[in-house]
C-alpha cells in the first residue's frame, strides 16, 4: 500500500486504507475498558499487593518475564511474515522476468527469419558503374584479341580460362534456383510470408496466458472468468485494489472477512488481463485441467509454450527458429524452465501457511498483552486510573496489531487486501512490457486460427 512522506511521515496516521491499527482498536478499547472495570471494583491497596515483591528479585513484578517473551514471540511472527512475503514477491518479479527474456528472445528469432524471407523477395542487385566499366573494357580486349587473330587467356591474366569457369557458375546458380524452388514453395504464397512474426505474436500471447494462470492459481481464484482480455493502448493500471459489496457491515470496513465468498468477490473486482484474451478452444482445455483434475492451468499453458518452441524448432528452414544455432536457442529454454520454477516457488508459499502450531501460540500471546496488560497497570499504578486505562490501551492497540501485520504479510498473493501483492498490477506492466517488444507493429497473432496464414481480425 503506498503512502505519502510528507510532513515528515505524519501523514500516514491518518490513512485507514490498509492500516492494522484501525483493526486493532476494537480489542484496544475493551482492554481499557477492563482497566477501568479493575480501578471501579478492586481496592487500590489490594491490588498494589499483587505486585509486591522481595527486594532481591530480578523483575519488578511477575508480569514483566510474560511480556517481554509474548512481545519476542508477536516480534518473530511479524518478521517470518515479511520474509514470505518478500519471497514470493522475487519469485512473482523471477516469473515475469524469465518469461519477457522468453518473449524478447522469440521475437528476435522471429524477426530474424522474416527479415530473411524480405531479403529472399528482393530483386538481384544492379550493376553499379564501376562494373559496368569493367564489362565494357573485357569486351573490347576481346575484340581486339579476336582481330588479331591472337588466342589471349581469358580473365586477368592467371592462366585460368574464363569461359569454364562461366559454365560452371550457371550450373551452380541453377542447381541453387531449384534447391530454392524445392525448399521455399510457401515464401512464393503471400499469405504465408509473415509466418515468423506471426509466431512472435503467438508466443506473446501465450506468454501472458501463462504469467496469468500462475497468478490465477496463487490467488486460488474461483472462476476462470476473471481472465480478460487486454485493451492494447490502454496504460493506466487497474484501480481497484480492495473488494468490498455496495452495502458493506463492520466487518467489511475493518477488512476482517475472508472464507471463499470474499476469495470471489476480491478476484472477480480484480481481473487478470491477457493480451489476447482466452479462445474457447483454450478455455475449455483451462476448465477441464482446473475442475476436478490433477494438473494446473498454469502446467498446461507451459506445455502449450514449450511445444510451440519445440515444433518451431523442429520445422526446418520454413520455421522462425531456423536460424538459431541449438546452444543460443537451450537459452531460451532454461529461461523457459526458469520461469517455472519461480511459479513452483511461489505456489509453495501459497501451500505452505506458517505453521499452525506457532500461529496459535502467537494469538495466545497477543490475547496475553491485550487482556492480562490491563490487570498489570492496575497493579503497579494504583493510584492513577486515567494513565492506567490510556497505558492499556496503547498496551493492546500495539500487540493486536503487530499480530494482525504478521497475519496480512504471511498470505502475500491473497486477493482483496491493501497489503497484499497487487497482481492484476503485475500482469497489467508484464503485458506492457511484451507489447514493447513489438515497437507498434501492427496487431499481435490471436487465438483460435486453424493455420498460421488465416486472417488476422485483432487490430491494435
Not at 490513512?15 to 477501568?36: D, F, H, K, T, Y
Not at 523471477?94 to 522471429?110: D, G, K, M, N, P
Not at 472477480?268 to 483451462?286: D, F, I, K, R, Y
Not at 493492546?396 to 492484476?424: C, K, M, T
Request: charged share 20%; hydrophobic share 45%.
Amino acid at each position: 500500500m503506498p503512502y505519502s512522506k510528507r510532513w515528515f511521515g505524519l501523514s500516514m496516521l491518518i490513512q485507514a486504507e490498509g492500516s492494522a491499527i484501525v483493526r486493532a482498536i476494537l480489542p484496544a478499547l475493551m482492554a481499557c475498558a477492563l482497566n477501568v472495570v479493575l480501578h471501579a471494583t478492586i481496592p487500590a491497596e489490594q491490588r498494589a499487593s499483587i505486585v509486591e515483591t522481595a527486594p532481591a528479585t530480578t523483575w519488578r513484578n511477575p508480569f514483566h518475564s510474560m511480556i517481554m517473551l509474548c512481545t519476542f514471540m508477536l516480534v518473530f511472527r511479524t518478521q517470518v511474515s515479511h520474509i514470505r512475503f518478500m519471497d514470493a514477491r522475487t519469485a512473482s518479479q523471477t516469473l515475469l522476468y524469465a518469461l519477457h527474456e522468453v518473449v524478447c528472445q522469440c521475437r528476435t528469432f522471429s524477426e530474424a527469419s522474416a527479415s530473411r524471407i524480405d531479403a529472399a523477395k528482393k530483386p538481384p542487385p544492379v550493376p553499379t558503374h564501376f562494373q559496368e566499366e569493367e564489362e565494357e573494357e573485357e569486351e573490347e580486349e576481346e575484340k581486339e584479341g579476336g582481330a588479331k587473330g591472337e588466342e589471349r587467356p581469358a580473365g586477368n591474366g592467371s592462366g585460368i580460362a574464363r569461359a569454364p569457369v562461366q559454365v560452371v557458375l550457371q550450373v551452380a546458380d541453377l542447381e541453387t534456383k531449384e534447391k530454392e524452388g524445392e525448399e521455399g514453395e510457401w515464401e512464393l504464397d503471400e499469405a504465408d510470408l509473415d509466418r515468423p512474426r506471426r509466431w512472435g505474436r503467438r508466443i506473446e500471447h501465450i506468454a501472458s496466458l501463462l504469467s496469468a494462470m500462475v497468478f490465477h492459481a496463487l490467488r486460488q481464484d474461483p472462476s476462470l472468468d476473471n481472465v480478460v482480455e487486454h485493451v492494447v493502448g490502454t496504460v493506466d493500471r487497474p484501480g481497484v485494489l480492495c473488494a468490498r459489496p455496495p452495502a458493506g457491515g463492520f466487518r467489511d470496513t475493518l477488512m476482517l472477512r475472508g472464507g471463499a465468498e470474499f476469495t470471489a468477490q476480491a478476484c472477480a473486482a480484480n481481473p487478470l488481463h491477457v493480451l489476447g484474451g482466452v479462445s474457447t478452444q483454450e478455455a475449455s482445455l483451462l476448465r477441464s485441467a482446473l475442475d476436478g483434475s490433477t494438473e494446473c492451468g498454469f502446467n498446461l499453458v507451459h506445455e502449450w509454450l514449450l511445444r510451440e518452441l519445440v515444433t518451431e524448432s523442429c520445422s526446418g528452414s520454413s520455421g522462425a527458429l531456423a536460424l538459431v544455432p541449438p546452444p543460443i536457442l537451450s537459452r531460451t529454454f532454461q529461461l523457459l524452465g526458469d520461469a517455472k520454477h519461480a511459479a513452483m516457488q511461489a505456489k509453495k508459499i501459497t501451500d505452505t501457511p506458517l505453521p499452525f502450531a506457532y500461529t496459535q501460540v502467537a494469538v495466545c500471546c497477543t490475547l496475553f498483552i491485550a487482556f492480562v496488560s490491563p490487570l498489570m497497570f492496575a497493579c503497579i499504578m494504583p493510584d492513577s486510573p486515567i494513565a492506567s486505562a490510556v497505558i492499556s490501551f496503547f498496551m493492546a492497540l500495539f500487540a493486536v496489531s503487530l499480530n494482525e501485520v504478521a497475519r496480512e504479510l504471511e498470505d502475500p498473493f491473497q486477493a482483496g487486501y491493501a497489503n497484499g501483492i497487487a497482481i492484476a498490477h503485475l500482469q497489467h506492466d508484464f503485458n506492457l512490457q511484451i507489447r514493447a517488444t513489438a515497437r507498434g507493429r501492427g496487431p499481435f497473432w490471436r487465438t483460435g486460427r486453424s493455420t498460421l496464414a488465416d486472417g488476422d481480425p485483432y487490430h491494435a
